[in-house]
């Protein structure tokens, strides 16, 4: 597990890769970040990263678990942001902004050639202009 500290806006954050977290923890912020209960229910979030997941970021505020990304891949040269939760009280500090660059960092060192991300419209600036994404033509299926 690589570590990197810095402070993100006011709030003093670490963020690791790869780092320790419980489920309840990530059920809770998911929960938070995304306004509902996860429509998986008490899913194990272990489980789903250790069986799918290059990586994650986990970034932590003293003991608080304050922001989580999931970091998906193929299995060899692309990856994909996924799941990126704030907590509410960080949120506008720099704490998302330091969670994709750890999880950029993770996926590089990994040795992917690119990392994508899907988002709804009003997180445009951050992923363009924070992120630095460029914009790409991409298609969308619902299935249920």
Same mark, same amino acid.
Request: aromatic share 10%; charged share 25%; net charge negative.
């Given at each position: 597990? &690589?570590?990197i500290? #810095? /402070?993100?806006? #006011?709030?003093?954050?670490?963020?690791?890769w790869?780092?320790?977290?419980?489920?309840?923890?990530?059920?809770?912020?998911?929960?938070?970040?995304?306004?509902?209960a996860?429509?998986?229910?008490d &899913?194990?979030?272990?489980?789903?990263?250790?069986?799918?997941?290059l990586?994650?970021?986990?970034? &932590?505020?003293?003991?608080? +678990? /304050?922001?989580?990304?999931?970091v998906i891949?193929?299995?060899?040269?692309?990856?994909?942001?996924?799941d990126?939760? /704030?907590a #509410?009280?960080?949120?506008?500090?720099?704490?998302g902004?330091?969670?994709?660059?750890?999880? &950029?960092?993770g996926?590089?060192?990994?040795r !992917?050639?690119?990392?994508?991300?899907?988002?709804?419209?009003?997180?445009?600036?951050f992923?363009?202009?924070? !992120?630095?994404?460029?914009?790409?033509?991409?298609? +969308?299926?619902?299935?249920?």
């Amino acid at each position: 597990m &690589r570590r990197i500290a #810095t /402070v993100s806006g #006011t709030v003093n954050v670490a963020y690791a890769w790869r780092g320790d977290f419980d489920d309840a923890e990530v059920t809770a912020l998911r929960a938070e970040a995304f306004e509902a209960a996860s429509p998986e229910g008490d &899913r194990s979030w272990r489980a789903l990263v250790d069986e799918h997941s290059l990586g994650w970021v986990v970034a &932590r505020g003293g003991d608080s +678990l /304050v922001g989580f990304v999931n970091v998906i891949w193929d299995g060899g040269h692309h990856a994909w942001i996924q799941d990126l939760m /704030v907590a #509410t009280e960080v949120r506008r500090q720099g704490v998302g902004t330091g969670l994709v660059v750890t999880a &950029r960092d993770g996926a590089r060192e990994a040795r !992917c050639e690119w990392l994508h991300v899907d988002f709804d419209s009003d997180l445009r600036p951050f992923y363009l202009a924070s !992120c630095g994404f460029t914009p790409t033509s991409a298609g +969308l299926m619902h299935l249920r």
